[in-house]
Nanobody, 115 residues
């Protein structure tokens, strides 16, 4: 089992940056894949970024070149660096992990980007 707790959300202006953090209850190196999803108000949940085997990344087209997923194995923490934020990035962001073929999610952190 994996518990995930997100932090770092808040209000940002368009063009600004935020860094989200996700503390995991298990060693990141033991987890098959970690990532971030988001759900905008009234919208469907969508993949933002995923990191597999600790090195392979994949991003939604809408965030490529602006967002970066990374991990700190010593802190068992997953990060999402978000730069050049846009109002359409406003959403609840969820950390997720795939461990032993079971998917886990955190409770989410709200990011609001003002124009």
């Amino acid at each position: 089992q994996v518990q995930l707790v997100e932090s770092g959300g808040g209000l940002a202006q368009a063009g600004g940056s935020l860094r989200l953090s996700c503390a995991a209850s298990r060693r990141i190196s033991s987890i098959d894949a970690v990532g971030w999803d988001r759900q905008a108000p009234g919208g469907q949940r969508e993949l933002v970024a995923v990191l597999t085997s600790g090195v392979n990344t994949n991003y939604a087209d809408s965030v490529k070149g602006r967002f970066t997923i990374s991990i700190d194995n010593a802190k068992n923490t997953i990060y999402l660096q978000m730069n050049s934020l846009k109002p359409e990035d406003t959403a609840v962001y969820y950390c997720n992990a795939n461990y032993n073929n079971v998917h886990y999610w955190g409770k989410g952190t709200l990011v609001t980007v003002s124009s």
